[in-house]
């Protein structure tokens, strides 16, 4: 009857369990580096998108004063400040700053247009999290 007990090997040994919990651990451990990377992507994403939408609001704010005011009133308007023939803007949202700027454009590809550069960054800290750019011609009555 001992005989039989041993040719019967039903049971799992602990070596054989130390194994498999080893394998576990590895496959587990990967995933969980998986979703942590997956996590900062999407937050890095977030940011970019906030930023966006954060200038795309501001330009949509330029959009408005150059069709229905003039430069001059739109300067006054946006409270733009002077500094070397560039207009600008500065404003803080959610730790967000949002940085204006209007100069008339003198580029050879819109000489002869009566156009002028917007150029809107927002800056989270020191990083650049989005920028936009457009020419407008701002209305001459």
Do not use: C, W
């Not at 330029?62 to 733009?80: A, D, P, Q, R």
């Not at 800056?123 to 750019?133: D, F, H, P, V």
């Amino acid at each position: 009857m001992h005989k039989q007990l041993i040719e019967n090997e039903d049971g799992v040994t602990l070596v054989e369990l130390l194994a498999a919990l080893a394998i576990l651990a590895i496959i587990v451990t990967s995933f969980l580096a998986f979703f942590i990377q997956s996590a900062k992507t999407s937050s890095q994403a977030s940011d970019v998108n906030e930023a966006t939408f954060l200038a795309q609001q501001q330009m949509e704010e330029v959009v408005y004063y150059s069709s229905n005011f003039t430069f001059k009133e739109t300067e006054s308007g946006l409270g733009l400040l002077t500094d070397s023939g560039i207009y600008f803007k500065k404003t803080s949202v959610d730790g967000y700053l949002i940085r204006t700027e209007l100069s008339k454009d003198n580029s050879e590809t819109f000489k002869d247009a009566e156009l002028y550069k917007v150029l809107i960054t927002v800056y989270e800290g020191s990083t650049l999290r989005a920028q936009m750019e457009n020419r407008l011609p701002f209305n001459k009555e």
